[in-house]
């Protein structure tokens, strides 16, 4: 085995430092900071399946945000039809995500650049819309939920017990697209991004690989949204509004579009960011802009480039 | 020698003009057949249809015997017809190797594979390296392909498209932009190349041409003015009048 590389290194250091949180704050007798480390969690979840289209693929969904959506409803609903396992809800979550994707991955894919952007924000806009018009999930207002999620007969009631399970949530999905993307699927991926030409004139076709991948990004992230309505007991279509795709985004450029650890750095930065923001000002997306202006002047590349400038990250996988 | 690629009556309109006019070819198994002509002739069109990047007007494409007029880029490159492409399209940010080695995976097994780390195949890397010898790059196999200098990129060109290993190629300019000893070597390649392999090769360098070359058409305005030996092309008036004139 070959000595782990930086980025894997460094996402490594990240998930201890996560772990450690929720014991740290409730010694310092600040418990609730662990729902808002746990809120980071869950975008670094949806930010690391995001990665995998718009970083590895160059696809530019702007409409991601309808799959952490999925997720959610999938929550509401199960609750609905007495499905109260965690593991049951994100099957469903899952399996809502991969239908839409497929047929609207199916679609958008056959366009490129500002107009796979456009497409992919028509198609989660008509998803907001049509939860907004569910009046029995609440509609617009959304719905609150009785109570959270179990995991194979254990409660997640606590806010540590939701905690370690997302951070897990995390970790797995981490290693599973650690692996993908240096696979044999990833390398297509990476290569079409690269030059779609040059792939089809090695007897590619691209099509398949990149809806595929499309795909396992929209499971992902409604495993992000199963999460976050347990988090916040609540489901409404705001979490899947057009807004929230774009935080991704930013999300993705505060770590560095492309890397893994960066996806995760970049969440969690940005949602710890506008945490402690809100603390000092109503108005506190002023200063949030502030920094992403900076960033994207300064370290193009996000906190990965940053690291890479600082000596520590460089080449490789992760 | 029986044709491996028969080109029959192939046309190709862009608005009013007739960038393919009718262009009838025939390519013998193991010939090298070169293509030249006065710029803006349809040398590039020419090749772009024969790959199956772009779908001609009329007219048929026939390979080992098929009718492929039809088929798209990787269907084609799965039958074994490759190309390279006049202006470098290389895989900028991956390294040599793994531009190599994604043209070896596309022919061997399936790509959906989420798991087993690609770049551990030993198979594949193999003969990813076997094609990188062969150009002489494999000194350069874990730099980035974007930063090899341009006549590296051009010997990259031809190990990606060996990589595929093809039966027919066909080479777009490979020697552009090159010159003296990097010249000397891909022209060296082409040379060994030429007792493996049917190559329909468009150059520019006529010293290259000529020296290669078992038979050339010359594609004047989208048609063939003249397919012969080079020393009968050389002596076609027609050809003088046409392309050497001004050239030679």
Known sequence: ?318 | MADLLEIRELRKNFGALAVTDGVSLSVAEGELHAVIGPNGAGKTTLIAQLSGQLAPDSGQVLYAGEDITHLDMAARVRRGLARSFQITALLPGMSVLENVALAVQARSGSSFRFWRDAGGEEITNAQARAALEEVGLADRASVQAQALSHGEQRQLELAVALATKPRLLLLDEPLAGTGGQEAERLIALMQRLKSRLTIVLIEHDMDAVFQLADRISVLVYGAIAATGSPEAVRADPAVRAAYLGEDA
């Open chain 1, 1 to 318: 085995m070959s000595p782990l590389a930086p980025r894997l290194k460094a996402a490594l250091a990240l998930f201890l430092l996560m772990a450690l949180v929720p014991p740290v704050v409730t010694a310092l007798g600040d418990p609730f900071l662990t729902v808002v480390a746990n809120r980071m969690l869950v975008f670094a979840i949806a930010a690391l399946s995001l990665d995998l289209i718009l970083g590895y693929g160059a696809m530019v969904s702007f409409g991601h945000a309808a799959y952490l959506g999925f997720g959610a409803y999938a929550v509401a609903l199960g609750a609905r039809w007495g499905l109260s396992d965690l593991l049951a809800q994100i099957l469903l979550g899952m399996a809502m995500s991969a239908g839409f994707a497929l047929v609207t991955g199916a679609i958008s894919l056959r366009t490129k650049g500002v107009y796979f952007i456009m497409i992919t924000l028509a198609f989660a806009q008509m998803a907001y819309f049509f939860f907004v018009a569910q009046s029995s999930l609440g509609g617009d207002d959304g719905v609150a939920l009785q109570a959270r999620s179990s995991l194979l007969g254990v409660s997640l009631e606590g806010d540590m017990a939701l905690y370690y399970v997302t951070l897990g949530a995390l970790m797995t999905i981490y290693a599973g697209l650690y692996r993908l993307t240096g696979s044999r699927f990833g390398r297509v991926l990476k290569g079409t991004r690269e030059n779609a030409l040059r792939m089809q004139a090695m007897g590619y076709r691209p099509f398949p690989y990149q809806l595929v991948a499309y795909v396992i990004a929209a499971c992902l992230c409604s495993v992000a949204g199963v999460l976050l309505a347990n988090l916040t007991e609540y489901v409404s279509p705001a979490y899947m509004g057009w807004h929230r795709s774009g935080e991704l985004i930013v999300m993705l450029v505060f770590g560095g579009i492309g890397t893994l650890t960066g996806a995760v750095a970049g969440a969690l930065v940005a949602v710890g960011l506008e945490e402690v923001l809100a603390i000092f000002s109503d108005h506190w997306r002023l200063g949030f802009g502030l920094v992403l202006v900076l960033v994207v002047l300064f370290s193009p590349d996000g906190l990965t480039g940053l690291a890479k400038r600082l000596g520590i990250g460089g080449r490789g996988n992760g």
